[in-house]
């Protein structure tokens, strides 16, 4: 069912008991109660596993339960006593798997054998590993390398994707697709013209230090719960905490602590955002941009008055770059057009100024609501704009954080996984092994997704992740890749993707991140980077889910040693043997891992250098940049009186990128299904649409190509006029691959153009798995033809 009701302030906090309980369901479900139980108190702490779900820091001094609920829900996934092995193949075709529910295939349980896909019979078949690795050897060997991609998901550890790269580039590519090409690509590619480095400048002391604290387009209650903790200190301490997003999130209106007995006991939560500002889908642009202007014009008034200035002039004169260009348009801007941009009004963005202003020490938080827009790059350096004017950058308690997803999507692109490498880079792996590395540029997901559908892909190699069910345009490019000479799906649980495959296909199950690595030289640790440039170990604890699973390392040596023997001076076995021979090498081609065996044993591992941190400015102009489009007045270059609504892909509270742990959303109001469309109650009206009903998307798209998906109930919810919100990956179908940021490539998932219409009948909304364990009846959204 679907409880309409909105986001009210009567609803109870978001944690509490109903995390707990959700997160023992969840155990419990997976047939790992006290497995998994003792697993997460081994989670996030020294000598244990970091949480395979997030990327939030890890303390110096953990909590005894250093873990949240999505966490959770994460080890009870992986560590489940379900297993998905070769009689379930036998037993159905990969056409009758693909009729599977997305939550169904994943939650069957792990893989257990490799696996060879037999055309004739329609199956996945198990097939030892030494046959399988040569049969994909000598595939891969005969095959123009520029027509080969390497895909890269956010689990992989930095010593396997630093052989993922490596081994890539022996092949003679840097075709590297990479899951961070659908998310914080645009951060990583549009920071670097503002301060000069693609990642965050804070750490867990800056936020023990600031006084004020903006949330822009981030949802930690479902992606980062961790974060919930340091919120719920700060506002306690009195900390304002400013949020900015269309959808009225429960985690970010009110919070109750696990951790605290009295919370716990009385029921009471602690109010997180001091002001909520719900902002119109692609209003970041401006909503930005108002409050420097009413920070520069205060600063303009307190001058004339000869009173103390607000900006920090001393910080812009020697630090900063285009102030006077940047002021002179802001300054310009009428409320007129602010108001009808944003949905803000004047007074709420002087709201957001005045506290702004009265703070010493600001850090700006943002997520894919920035990061997934067409115009995400110019949102996000208005966000750095705003930070500039008061030397917020560069010192304690103050700074920029784009808060990542997957636990360690920013280490991979770290450690090599970068379609555009730099020369220094690649004349240090030159160096490191001996051979000379392919200088042309490559793809990355948008890039190889094109390739796909123009036919130039041979083989489609792919390091974890759900890669076809998380790109945009699913049913595209779906369609092109039974064209595909060879797939290969590196995996620990069977997913979509792995029944969209080509000519040739194989499923080699991996360990999982709570599980232990033995190899010739013992036990092993792989290392990961987490959203603050922190670089610790992890190290698995928990029987592997079967003696044939393999470690992301050991399989990526195997396939090379197949395919690229004699290319080179690598020493596989030695590195796979003892995996700090990896790091030796890591720390030989990749400045700041100096040391960096030695520097993974201090608590909480250690910090890469950001030289923005140290107000060192590596962009052209050798200083912090102020950026901005003269006449640029929204993210998608669309108008508040479009005659379409702004389509918001989201993920449900029970649910981590593509893995969908049940059919409730917890925090929305939701339980027993996701075919929902959240939308505004006036723009119901307008649409002739009453909750419950069932209604169809169509994507407004000026390429000629239809896209439409159907059976979605009607639900109605708090939420500006214009905007409105589905599933991801539900609606992925409606997003065209065009549509996305144009300096990173990044999906504009965040506000894809839509038309809503009411139809006579829809999908039945499925079964609630945690109460009937049969299939759901419904397994996606309906296309139309």
């Not at 199956?123 to 890269?152: F, K, M, N, Q």
């Not at 310009?332 to 009004?345: K, M, V, Y």
């Not at 892909?649 to 969908?660: A, G, L, V, Y």
């Not at 909304?765 to 049969?774: D, F, I, L, T, Y």
Request: glycine share 8%; hydrophobic share 35%; aromatic share 8%.
């Amino acid at each position: 069912m679907v409880d309409a009701r909105k986001n009210a302030p009567e609803q109870p906090p978001a944690g509490g008991w109903g995390a707990l309980n959700a997160t023992e369901r969840q155990l419990a479900r997976q047939k790992v109660l006290v497995k998994g139980n003792r697993a997460l108190l081994n989670m996030n702490k020294p000598g244990g596993f970091d949480c395979p779900s997030c990327a939030w820091p890890d303390p110096k001094k953990p909590h005894t339960a250093e873990y949240c609920e999505n966490g959770a829900k994460a080890v009870a996934w992986e560590a489940t006593a379900k297993r998905t092995g070769p009689d379930v193949f036998a037993a159905h075709s990969v056409t009758e798997l693909r009729g599977w529910s997305d939550h169904e295939l994943e939650d069957h349980g792990r893989l257990t054998h490799p696996l060879r896909y037999n055309a004739d019979t329609d199956r996945y078949e198990a097939v030892d590993w030494r046959t399988a690795i040569s049969e994909i050897g000598e595939h891969v060997r005969g095959l123009d390398p520029t027509r080969v991609e390497l895909y890269t998901s956010g689990r992989t550890s930095n010593e396997a994707a630093f052989l993922w790269q490596t081994y890539g580039r022996l092949l003679g590519t840097n075709n590297f697709p990479d899951c961070s090409d659908m998310c914080h690509a645009t951060t990583t590619m549009a920071l670097p013209e503002s301060i000069g480095v693609g990642k965050g400048t804070v750490t867990l002391d800056d936020w023990d230090a600031c006084d004020a604290l903006f949330i822009i387009g981030q949802n930690p209650g479902t992606n980062s719960p961790r974060m919930l903790g340091y919120l719920h200190d700060m506002a306690k301490r009195g900390v304002p905490i400013l949020t900015f997003n269309p959808f009225k999130e429960r985690a970010l209106v009110k919070f109750t602590d696990p951790q605290s007995p009295v919370e716990m006991l009385t029921g009471r939560g602690q109010t997180i955002s001091s002001n909520y500002f719900q902002l119109r889908t692609g209003g970041d642009i401006v909503a930005m941009q108002a409050i420097a202007k009413l920070v520069i014009e205060a600063d303009d008034a307190a001058r004339a008055a000869g009173e103390p200035r607000i900006l920090d002039v001393d910080f812009i004169a020697e630090h900063t770059h285009g102030f006077d260009a940047f002021a002179d348009y802001v300054r310009g801007l009428d409320w007129p057009t602010i108001e009808r941009f944003t949905a803000l009004t004047r007074d709420h963005l002087q709201q957001a100024a005045d506290v702004y202003m009265k703070a010493d020490r600001v850090i700006a938080c943002w997520g894919m609501g920035i990061t997934q827009h067409r115009r995400g790059g110019d949102a996000m350096q208005q966000i750095i704009n705003l930070l500039l004017l008061r030397g917020n950058m560069g010192r304690l308690g103050a700074g920029a954080c784009p808060i990542r997803g997957h636990s360690n999507v920013q280490g991979d692109r770290t450690v090599g996984i970068n379609k555009t490498p730099a020369e220094p880079f690649l004349k240090r792996m030159d160096e490191a092994f001996h051979f000379t590395a392919p200088r042309a540029w490559g793809h990355d997901t948008a890039e190889c997704c094109e390739a796909i559908l123009r036919g130039d892909v041979d083989a489609f190699l792919a390091m974890g992740g759900n890669f076809f069910r998380a790109i945009p345009d699913t049913d595209r490019i779906g369609a092109a890749v039974p064209s595909i000479g060879l797939t290969v799906y590196v995996a620990t649980k069977l997913n979509r993707s792995h029944l969209t495959h080509g000519r040739r296909s194989y499923i080699l199950p991996a360990l999982g991140r709570t599980e232990t690595d033995m190899q010739a030289g013992g036990q092993q640790t792989v290392t990961v980077e987490d959203s603050f440039a922190m670089v610790h170990g992890s190290t698995g604890q928990l029987t592997p889910a079967s003696p044939l699973c393999r470690s992301e390392p050991w399989i990526i040596a195997e396939l090379a040693k197949a395919s690229v023997a004699g290319r080179g001076t690598v020493d596989w076995d030695a590195m796979i043997a003892d995996y700090s021979l990896i790091r030796d090498k890591i720390a030989q081609v990749i400045p700041g891992f100096e040391d960096y065996n030695a520097r993974i044993q201090e608590p909480g591992g250690f910090h890469l250098p950001i030289p923005a941190r140290e107000r060192v400015w590596e962009t052209d102009t050798g200083k912090a940049n102020f950026l901005f489009v003269p006449g640029m007045m929204d993210e998608d270059d669309d108008v508040p009186e479009a005659p379409h609504l702004q389509l918001m892909t989201i993920r449900s509270h029970d649910q981590f990128n593509t893995t969908i742990y049940s059919y409730n959303d917890r925090y929305r109001g939701v339980s027993g299904q996701r075919m929902v469309a959240f939308l505004n109650q006036d723009d119901m009206v307008d649409l002739g649409v009453t909750e419950g009903d069932w209604v169809q998307f169509e994507t407004v798209a000026v390429d000629g190509i239809e896209r439409r998906v159907a059976g979605f109930k009607a639900v109605a919810y708090d939420l500006p006029r214009g905007c409105c919100a589905a599933y991801y990956p539900e609606t992925n179908a409606l997003l065209p691959l065009d549509h996305r940021d144009k300096r990173s490539n990044t999906p504009a998932a965040k506000s894809v153009p839509v038309r809503i219409t009411r139809v006579d009948s829809g999908a039945p909304a499925s079964s609630e798995p945690e109460v009937a364990e049969q299939r759901p009846s419904a397994v996606g959204p309906v296309p139309v033809a």
